[in-house]
């Protein structure tokens, strides 16, 4: 069974810091696209990031959004995926939420953690 | 950025009807699209990927159709626990995107 379980999330002070986890299983974690998608409580989707497969190097790609002050990682000996924010500003307040890319040449979004809160707030 | 504009935003039908929620794309996005549910406190569940392919466990009253710009989810005989918001989403491009949301009311 694919279980993808977040964590890391908490109050933070714009301008700071904040690191979320992802711990994944039921799969094989190095040949999947990773995604990290986050959602304003109340309000729509915005995907953030992307981690390619090992495949193809983990490379990552990211909104103009954070792009600059957030970073996707993975630790495969871990089947974990990060997500490393900096420079917080109170419009990062969110869930965020950790998919799996689907096994394809385009990955559709084909599962989804619980999702973390992270308040930017002074 | 491609734009993903859903509509309508709400709609209110009653058990065993009809439901049809379109989103348009501001490019042509081939056939990367795929639609998501999502109820209150809950994660989005994915539905429908590549237009018109079912995800594993999705009730066969959800389809999907479209091509190009213009795409539908149809509810065919709609059942109390299909209120929830619907999403659609392009990942034919970077940044990948998101329809601002259709909420579905049970009258």
């Known amino acids: 069974e694919v279980q993808l379980v977040e964590s890391g999330g908490g109050l933070v002070q714009p301008g700071g810091s904040l690191r979320l986890s992802c711990a994944a299983s039921?799969?094989?974690?190095?040949?999947?696209?990773m995604d990290w998608v986050r959602q304003v409580p109340g309000k729509g989707l915005e995907w953030v990031g992307r981690?390619?497969?090992?495949?193809?190097?983990?490379?990552?790609e990211y909104a103009a959004s954070v792009k600059g002050r957030f970073t996707i990682s993975r630790d495969a000996s871990e089947n974990s995926l990060y997500l490393q924010m900096s420079s917080l500003k109170t419009e990062d307040t969110a869930v965020y939420y950790c998919c799996r890319g689907s096994y394809s040449s385009s990955p559709n979004l084909d599962y989804w953690g619980q999702g973390t809160l992270v308040i930017v707030s002074s | 950025d491609i734009q993903m504009t859903q509509s309508p935003s709400s709609l209110s039908a009653s058990v065993g009807d009809r439901v049809t929620i379109t989103c348009r794309a501001s490019q042509d996005i081939r056939s990367w699209l795929a639609w998501f549910q999502q109820k209150p406190e809950k994660a989005p569940k994915p539905l429908i990927y590549d237009i018109s392919s079912l995800q594993g466990g999705v009730p066969s009253r959800f389809s999907g159709s479209g091509s190009g710009t213009d795409f539908t989810l149809t509810i065919s005989g709609l059942q109390p626990e299909d209120s929830a918001t619907y999403y659609c989403q392009q990942y034919s491009t970077y940044p990948l995107t998101f329809g601002g949301g259709t909420k579905v009311e049970i009258k």
């Open positions: 039921g799969f094989s974690f190095s040949d999947h696209y």
């Open positions: 981690s390619r497969n090992k495949r193809n190097s983990y490379t990552t």
